[in-house]
């Protein structure tokens, strides 16, 4: 009986390796949201600061990208980040 009960063993522990292995889904990484996050490739080119006239006041605005981390793959991901400050508008 003992050696039924390891047969038993083992053939359910193959069955699950072979089985886990089999259905292997092949990653697939997308956004929508391309302006503040992308993966793969090199890195995208920062824009120059940008001052946005908001009425009464005016914002600068500084785009950079970054690397923050892979993905299993080892395909890096970018993201965006956004620096904002007050300056004093330009009388054009």
């Known amino acids: ?14 069955v699950t390796l072979a089985g886990c292995s ?5 990653p697939n ?3 929508t949201h391309t302006d503040l996050i992308r993966i ?10 940008e001052i946005l006239n908001t009425g009464s006041f005016c914002l600068q605005v500084i ?5 923050d ?3 299993p793959d080892g395909q ?3 993201t965006k980040d956004s620096f904002r ?6 009388k054009d």
């Open 1 to 14: 009986m003992n050696k039924l009960g390891m047969y038993t063993v083992y053939t359910i522990l193959a």
């Open 22 to 26: 089999a259905a292997t889904i092949k």
């Open 29 to 31: 990484y997308t956004t």
């Open 40 to 49: 793969g490739g090199v890195a995208p080119e920062n824009k120059e600061p």
């Open 63 to 67: 785009d950079k990208w970054k690397t």
């Open 69 to 71: 981390g892979k993905t």
């Open 76 to 78: 890096p991901i970018w």
């Open 85 to 90: 400050k007050v300056v004093p508008c330009r």
